[in-house]
């Protein structure tokens, strides 16, 4: 599920993505330590393709302009021994193709 919070944010990339005619992106999830590796990698796929999804059916992006990858707890941003680091390692990032 998509917080209202970052519904803004994939509006803005949707926006960009229109307005550049051929850009791709590359949508990347991130999870925090809590769990198995496995699951991790499941989860910061999924979490991606969900972004994906969202790009696609509600603002018309094509989707052979968007790639997925999930990274699962391997690249935190912060440290996973507080419950707001934990919230800052479970994140999507963008990155230009």
């Known amino acids: 599920m998509i917080q209202p ?15 550049t005619s051929g850009m791709k992106l ?14 991790n990698l499941a989860l910061s796929l999924k979490r991606a393709n969900v972004v994906k999804a969202i790009l696609i059916k509600e ?3 094509e989707e052979s ?8 707890e391997s690249e ?14 479970r994140r999507v990032e963008f990155v230009k193709m």
Do not use: M, Q, R, W
């Open 5 to 19: 919070v970052s519904y803004g944010a994939i509006k803005e990339i949707a926006d960009v993505l229109k307005a």
């Open 26 to 39: 590359k949508i990347t999830g991130h999870t925090d330590s809590d769990g198995d590796e496995k699951s």
């Open 59 to 61: 603002f018309v992006i």
């Open 65 to 72: 302009h968007l790639t997925c990858e999930g990274k699962d």
């Open 76 to 89: 935190p941003i912060d440290k996973n021994d507080t419950p707001e680091g934990k919230a800052k390692n």
